[in-house]
């Protein structure tokens, strides 16, 4: 029972350009998202988080905006950037575990 | 470094053998979360613990499967019997609350991928 899901597998985007990564959820409980980057060898790092009081939450080149009633969350990297290639993690912590997406591979070209 | 530290970082088993992942979490989380990314796939759920309880395996297989988290010492996920199914990177989590009610964040490790010869 996938409760977080990321259905775009890949993503290939210009170096500059933005990059939006999609997440939708199916439970209405969660009430918080977090964003993962994970590179190849490496543990999951925290990237950043929103939580459902909010529909936008801003970081330096990364922002997540939130759609409750669409129930869809998304990442925008802007300008982004080869370094940024990785994959990418959208969680929902409820119910004594963090609910993870299957991941979407970033690639930035240069 | 206060992160999460898992060992040892690559493990090698042969078949029948049993493998013993260790976890410390990042200093002052009490909550410890154990994930298993097989190839090419996501993070699946396995174990969530606090000091010395168990407080959600709906993720473990039922057998060969174990975890623990002491009142002293990381926790370990302990794996026996060991099949070539079992290869594969495990996840340990920290977080300073539970994840029962949200507006929580977890820190991860590097992992331990293991390898069943």
């Known amino acids: 029972d996938q409760q977080v899901k990321q259905n775009s597998p890949s993503l290939s985007v210009q170096e500059g350009r933005i990059s939006i990564l999609n997440c939708d959820y199916t439970?209405?409980?969660?009430?918080?998202f977090l964003w993962y980057k994970k590179y190849p060898a490496e543990g999951p790092t925290f990237l950043i988080s929103?939580?459902?009081?909010?529909d936008k939450n801003e970081d330096g080149r990364f922002t997540v905006f939130l759609n409750k009633s669409a129930k869809h969350l998304s990442l925008h990297i802007v300008p982004s950037q080869p370094g940024d290639s990785a994959v990418y993690f959208c969680?929902?912590?409820?119910?004594?575990?963090?609910?993870f997406g299957s991941g979407t591979k970033l690639n930035v070209k240069p | 470094n206060a992160g999460v530290m898992q060992n040892p970082r690559h493990l090698v088993r042969r078949r029948g053998q049993e493998a013993r992942l260790r976890c410390s979490p990042m200093?002052?989380?009490?909550?410890v979360y154990w994930y298993r990314q097989l190839p090419e796939e996501g993070l699946k759920f396995m174990v969530y613990?606090?000091?010395?309880?168990?407080?959600?395996e709906s993720g473990m297989p039922k057998e060969r499967f174990s975890a623990e988290f002491p009142k002293e010492g990381p926790s370990i996920l302990r794996i026996q019997q060991v099949v070539r199914g079992d290869s594969a990177a495990y996840f340990c989590?920290?977080?300073?609350?539970?994840?029962?009610?949200?507006?929580?964040?977890?820190?991860f490790g590097q992992g331990t991928r293991l390898t069943v010869v």
């Open positions: 929103i939580s459902s009081i909010k």
């Open positions: 200093k002052g989380h009490s909550h």
């Open positions: 613990l606090q000091k010395e309880n168990i407080i959600d």
């Open positions: 989590a920290s977080s300073a609350q539970g994840a029962l009610g949200g507006n929580t964040e977890a820190f």
């Open positions: 969680a929902a912590p409820r119910f004594n575990k963090f609910y």
């Open positions: 439970n209405s409980m969660f009430d918080y």
